[in-house]
């Protein structure tokens, strides 16, 4: 016999021994479950005395599979780490000086719906954190990506609401999480926005 059919015959005479032993594992379960358990653990023992020997035979596969599996989770757990899905997050603070009530008006019954009318599926996020004691607010907006940003922003500029918004708060710090297009860049630079592009963690 060759080398290679006295490895195919190894190799299903592991696999065929896993699987027995496999099934009288679980048969051995079942069977304690009911109550009878010196029934249950003889099954078990013999399961375990078809487990080891199907290891052996497939020694060789089991360390190669082992392997792989090792370096796949370690490759999913560097790939969770470090990629970028393209979102762009960009936080807001501001002052106000109008009554609280009058900006919450604003907020929820005017600002609000018209942006969900302008936006689409690229907009993850519109919050607004406000501290009454302090007169500050932050706005929060999450995109899929920059071009989604760049799309809202247009249809947003110089509407009334957006003069109306900018009437009643000042931009204290804009802080852009993630890459702007170089277009956007060059229409929001008057804000002065602060632009940390991502460099790595979980997501």
């Known amino acids: 016999m060759n ?7 190894r190799k299903i005479t592991g696999w065929a021994l896993i699987i027995i032993s496999t099934i009288l594992m679980f048969i051995s379960i079942f069977i304690a479950t009911t109550g009878e358990l010196l029934k249950g653990g003889g099954i078990y023992v013999a399961s375990q005395l078809t487990w080891y020997p199907g290891l052996a035979l497939l020694g ?4 190669q599979k082992s392997k792989e599996i090792w370096n796949n989770f370690i490759q999913s757990i560097k790939n969770g780490f470090t990629q970028n899905k ?10 106000f000086s109008a009554p609280i009530d009058e900006v919450k008006d604003f907020i929820l019954n005017e600002q609000s719906p018209f942006i969900l009318s302008k936006s689409d599926e690229n907009l993850l996020k519109f919050e607004w954190f406000i501290d009454e004691a302090t007169n500050t607010a932050t706005l929060l907006e999450v995109f899929a990506n920059a071009e989604g940003f760049e799309l809202l922003a247009g249809k947003v500029m110089g509407t009334p609401v957006n003069l109306k918004f900018r009437d009643l708060f000042t931009v204290e710090k804009m802080t852009i999480l993630g890459e702007p297009t170089e277009s956007l860049k060059e229409t929001i630079a008057v804000m002065n926005p602060v632009i940390k592009p991502y460099t790595g963690g979980l997501n």
């Open 60 to 63: 060789p596969e089991i360390v």
């Open 3 to 9: 080398s290679a059919l006295l490895t195919k015959i």
């Open 86 to 95: 393209g979102e762009v997050t960009v936080v807001i603070d501001l002052s």
